[in-house]
């Protein structure tokens, strides 16, 4: 490796960490980067360093925001008795994209897994039973994948809270799917989960 190219293929070597991005992702989108120094380098370079700086946990519900507590546990309107659970960031943000949900949200920070060795204090279940009692909470929606690790923690969550309602989100058909191309899976939950019409 050459000297005058040391710090970008540090920046590639780096880069090819980002999930969906491997080494040819990552040195295409570094030369693309180097390219329009100006207008994405050093614009992108000056905000990763102000995120690195601010960005943290809130640590009420696992949210990524700038304070130690996030905007949506702060905003009283969002008080409604009722809590989300997710798995991670991306699904509350996934979630607030769809602007239906006005309460607020629990991030697990991953699933239990036997195999993988997480149990309950791995992730963020003993805080979200104290959330329950202390935030008078007269809901828990589980909004957890429809995996077998989804699955067992929201069976796990559940009883855990027997003086709770706990709903999961329903699943099955998306909107403007075909049926000739779903899983058998998700065809199954769809048909559990049918409704009067």
């Known amino acids: 490796m050459s000297e005058d190219r040391e710090a970008i293929d540090r920046l590639i070597e780096l880069m090819s960490r980002l999930p969906g991005l491997g080494p040819r992702s990552a040195r295409r989108a570094v030369l693309h980067l180097v390219k329009k120094r ?3 380098l050093v614009p992108l370079a000056e905000t990763m360093t102000e995120v690195g700086a601010t960005a943290r946990e809130c640590l ?3 949210n990524v925001g700038t304070g130690d507590v996030c905007g949506i546990c702060a905003d009283e309107r969002r008080a409604t008795g009722q809590i989300c659970v997710v798995e991670d960031v991306a699904d509350l943000w996934a979630m607030e994209r769809s602007g239906v949900f006005k309460g607020r949200y ?3 920070g991953g699933t239990l897994s036997a195999l993988d060795a997480v149990g309950p204090a791995e992730l963020r279940i003993p805080r979200l039973m104290d959330r329950v009692k202390s935030e ?3 809901e828990v929606i589980l909004a957890l994948g429809a995996t077998i690790d989804g699955q067992t923690t929201a069976h796990y969550i559940s009883d855990q809270l027997p003086d709770v309602s706990v709903t999961s989100l329903a699943q099955g058909v ?3 799917g075909e049926l000739d ?8 939950a769809a048909l ?3 409704r009067s019409l």
């Open 38 to 40: 100006g207008t994405l």
């Open 192 to 194: 559990r989960a049918r």
């Open 106 to 108: 629990h991030v697990l």
């Open 174 to 176: 998306p909107v403007g």
């Open 60 to 62: 009420n519900c696992g």
């Open 136 to 138: 008078a909470v007269s």
């Open 181 to 188: 191309y779903l899983d058998d899976g998700t065809i199954s």
